[in-house]
């Protein structure tokens, strides 16, 4: 099944392996190990300065610390030899959130019952389970795992009962109240698109709004400003300095800063890991993105820290991370002084197309409201949270998942002649973004989470000459509808077909009959040109 557990959980054990191995050592170092599993941070730790009595593997939620919170603890107790899976509880600081566990005994209680004299550290957690490690089992250490991944899961989700969630409606008031006249359905795809993966471009009309959807919805959601970068891309923009600064080679140990903020943007975000930040890049593609960008695009995918410097440069770290609480947001227009995104961008992102309707134009000329600069900082700031959990959770689940594999499946077949196939990347962020859609309440069908999928991951990957993308086209246009023999009538504009009964997917089968338009005009098309 595409998005299975399975292949995390078996990365994990051999992570778990080679920890064990590790703690025969006197290597501290965790540098080469994965920090992340299922939405959760992973923290190791051999020890700082001397190799500790007890080392451990830490698997904690947002919002749970090793100093303060409760999470899933593997911790290796190196004079019994044993593994101990244990419900984790913070020493330093009492958590606020109590295991939901039943019958449980804490390790100090374990050891002395088993004769095993006292523990060295953390007696006060609770045991799950325990493990020779001379003789553990590969699929008993991932079965114990995902249980106690559930129970963890249950108790987080009980903890928060009554306290505020994200309501993307909520913002969606507040934006009309502030004049911006928007459809509450894009402002629901845009805010699912950002918890499904927090890189978002934002494509079409020069005018729409797509730079105030973007900066008013940061604004709503952040408490300070100082959580928000805008950042106007600029046209000579031929490497990183402008958003991470360089260090200063006449003055060593001095690093300059951009003075578009974006260097102290990322220190904040990773120190405040339950507060969103957001950083906007208007008119992304005024200078080629992969020139400029780069660092965050492998930054985003691999989690590795991306290197500032080497040596000291006073508040300035030799490295930052992107992280899961930064969202990245691009606006772009498309003219002869922009350029084209490659594939390796647009497959990291979803790219989700402003358009202005008849009847919108209309209701924007009569209303006795025009767009204002509205203050709307800080207004949904009690959802902040809430909003960052979401996008830090491992997937949710969506009741059209069967559905949504099949349909992938068929238009991973049709996609693959133009070479515009997508991979696991896509496919999975697809089953995210349908399961976050169903999570924010809206109970969307499987065709209308399809279609909105079809936008904003596989349709901007188009491009190409007349005769490779024209089959495709229509291979996908048949898709789009109830009666393929009435598509060529359609694309050639001698016939209209609305209405769900005719059109299953009626925004991807609007979009590709434009570029099916501009291929036989110029005998070239993509998705950002038509």
Same mark, same amino acid.
């Given at each position: 099944?595409?998005?299975?557990?399975?292949?995390?959980?078996?990365?994990?054990?051999?992570?778990?392996?080679?920890?064990l191995?590790?703690?025969?050592?006197?290597?501290?170092?965790?540098?080469?190990?994965?920090?992340k599993?299922?939405g959760?941070?992973?923290k190791?730790?051999?020890?700082?300065?001397n190799?500790?009595?007890?080392?451990?593997?830490?698997? +904690?939620?947002p919002?749970?610390?090793?100093? #303060? /919170?409760?999470?899933?603890?593997?911790?290796?107790?190196?004079?019994?030899?044993?593994?101990? +899976?244990?419900?984790?509880?913070?020493?330093?600081?009492?958590?606020?959130?109590p295991?939901?566990?039943s019958?449980?005994?804490t390790?100090?209680?374990?050891?002395? $019952? #088993?004769?095993?004299?006292?523990?060295?550290?953390?007696?006060g957690?609770?045991?799950?389970?325990?493990?020779?490690?001379?003789d553990?089992?590969?699929?008993?250490?991932e079965?114990?795992?995902q249980?106690?991944?559930g129970?963890?899961?249950v108790?987080?989700?009980?903890?928060?009962?009554?306290?505020?969630?994200?309501?993307?409606?909520?913002?969606?008031?507040?934006?009309?109240?502030? /004049?911006?006249?928007?459809?509450?359905d894009l402002?629901?795809?845009?805010?699912?698109?950002?918890? !499904?993966?927090?890189f978002?471009?934002?494509?079409?009309?020069?005018?729409?709004?797509?730079? $105030?959807?973007?900066?008013?919805?940061a604004?709503w959601?952040?408490?300070?400003e100082?959580?928000?970068?805008?950042?106007p891309?600029?046209?000579?923009?031929?490497? $990183?300095?402008?958003?991470?600064?360089?260090?200063?080679?006449?003055?060593?140990?001095?690093y300059v800063?951009?003075?578009?903020?974006?260097?102290?943007?990322?220190m904040?975000?990773e120190?405040n890991?339950d507060?969103?930040?957001?950083?906007i890049l208007d008119?992304?593609?005024?200078s080629?993105?992969?020139r400029?960008?780069?660092?965050?695009? =492998?930054?985003?995918?691999? /989690?590795?820290?991306?290197?500032?410097?080497?040596?000291a440069?006073?508040?300035v770290?030799?490295?930052?991370?992107?992280?899961?609480?930064?969202?990245m947001?691009?606006t772009?227009?498309?003219?002869?002084?922009?350029?084209?995104?490659s594939?390796?961008?647009?497959d990291?992102? *979803?790219?989700?197309?402003? =358009?202005?309707?008849?009847?919108?134009?209309?209701?924007?000329?009569? =209303?006795?409201?025009?767009?204002? !600069?509205?203050?709307?900082?800080?207004?949904?700031?009690?959802a902040?949270?809430?909003?960052?959990?979401?996008?830090?959770?491992?997937?949710?689940?969506?009741?059209?998942?069967?559905?949504?594999?099949?349909?992938?499946?068929?238009?991973?077949?049709?996609?693959?002649?133009?070479?515009?196939?997508?991979?696991?990347?896509?496919?999975?962020?697809i089953?995210?973004?349908a399961?976050?859609?169903?999570?924010?309440?809206?109970?969307?069908?499987?065709?209308?989470?399809m279609?909105?999928?079809?936008?904003q991951?596989?349709?901007?990957?188009?491009?190409g *000459?007349?005769?490779?993308?024209?089959?495709v086209?229509k291979? +996908?246009?048949?898709?789009?509808?109830?009666?393929?023999?009435?598509?060529?009538?359609?694309?050639?504009?001698?016939?209209?077909?609305?209405g769900?009964?005719?059109?299953?997917?009626?925004?991807?089968? !609007?979009?590709?009959?434009?570029?099916?338009?501009?291929?036989?005009?110029?005998g070239f098309?993509s998705?950002?040109e038509?």
């Amino acid at each position: 099944m595409i998005g299975s557990l399975t292949h995390y959980f078996m990365e994990f054990f051999e992570q778990l392996t080679r920890f064990l191995v590790q703690c025969q050592t006197e290597n501290l170092k965790t540098s080469h190990f994965a920090d992340k599993l299922e939405g959760l941070k992973v923290k190791i730790s051999f020890g700082k300065g001397n190799p500790a009595r007890v080392p451990w593997i830490a698997l +904690l939620a947002p919002g749970q610390y090793i100093s #303060n /919170g409760i999470y899933p603890f593997y911790l290796f107790y190196k004079n019994q030899q044993l593994l101990v +899976l244990a419900f984790g509880v913070s020493e330093t600081l009492s958590p606020e959130i109590p295991w939901q566990q039943s019958g449980a005994e804490t390790i100090s209680s374990y050891f002395k $019952r #088993n004769g095993l004299g006292k523990p060295a550290r953390y007696g006060g957690s609770f045991v799950f389970r325990v493990y020779e490690v001379a003789d553990l089992d590969k699929q008993q250490i991932e079965e114990d795992l995902q249980e106690m991944l559930g129970i963890y899961r249950v108790t987080l989700a009980d903890s928060t009962a009554g306290v505020p969630q994200f309501d993307y409606r909520a913002f969606h008031q507040a934006a009309l109240k502030c /004049g911006m006249q928007i459809d509450p359905d894009l402002v629901l795809r845009f805010a699912a698109a950002l918890i !499904a993966k927090p890189f978002v471009i934002l494509t079409g009309l020069s005018g729409a709004g797509k730079t $105030r959807l973007a900066h008013a919805f940061a604004q709503w959601l952040c408490e300070t400003e100082e959580q928000v970068c805008l950042v106007p891309v600029g046209a000579d923009w031929t490497n $990183r300095e402008p958003l991470l600064g360089f260090p200063n080679a006449l003055e060593p140990g001095q690093y300059v800063k951009p003075e578009s903020g974006v260097v102290d943007l990322l220190m904040s975000a990773e120190i405040n890991a339950d507060k969103p930040y957001f950083l906007i890049l208007d008119e992304m593609n005024l200078s080629h993105v992969e020139r400029y960008f780069a660092d965050f695009l =492998s930054g985003m995918e691999s /989690g590795e820290p991306i290197r500032l410097h080497n040596g000291a440069a006073g508040a300035v770290p030799p490295r930052v991370r992107i992280s899961p609480n930064l969202f990245m947001i691009g606006t772009v227009n498309i003219d002869e002084t922009t350029y084209m995104f490659s594939p390796k961008v647009l497959d990291r992102a *979803s790219v989700i197309e402003f =358009s202005i309707s008849k009847e919108e134009m209309q209701a924007f000329l009569q =209303s006795e409201r025009q767009t204002d !600069a509205c203050n709307l900082v800080g207004n949904g700031v009690e959802a902040a949270e809430a909003f960052v959990a979401m996008a830090c959770n491992s997937m949710p689940d969506s009741p059209a998942r069967s559905q949504l594999t099949d349909e992938m499946l068929a238009l991973f077949e049709i996609l693959k002649p133009a070479g515009a196939e997508f991979g696991y990347r896509s496919a999975a962020e697809i089953l995210r973004f349908a399961g976050v859609i169903n999570q924010l309440g809206a109970k969307w069908p499987m065709r209308k989470v399809m279609d909105a999928a079809l936008m904003q991951k596989l349709l901007p990957k188009i491009y190409g *000459s007349r005769r490779k993308l024209e089959p495709v086209l229509k291979a +996908l246009g048949k898709r789009c509808v109830a009666d393929p023999e009435l598509l060529d009538d359609y694309l050639a504009g001698k016939k209209d077909l609305s209405g769900p009964e005719a059109v299953h997917y009626p925004a991807a089968l !609007a979009k590709i009959r434009r570029i099916y338009r501009n291929l036989i005009d110029h005998g070239f098309a993509s998705f950002a040109e038509a």
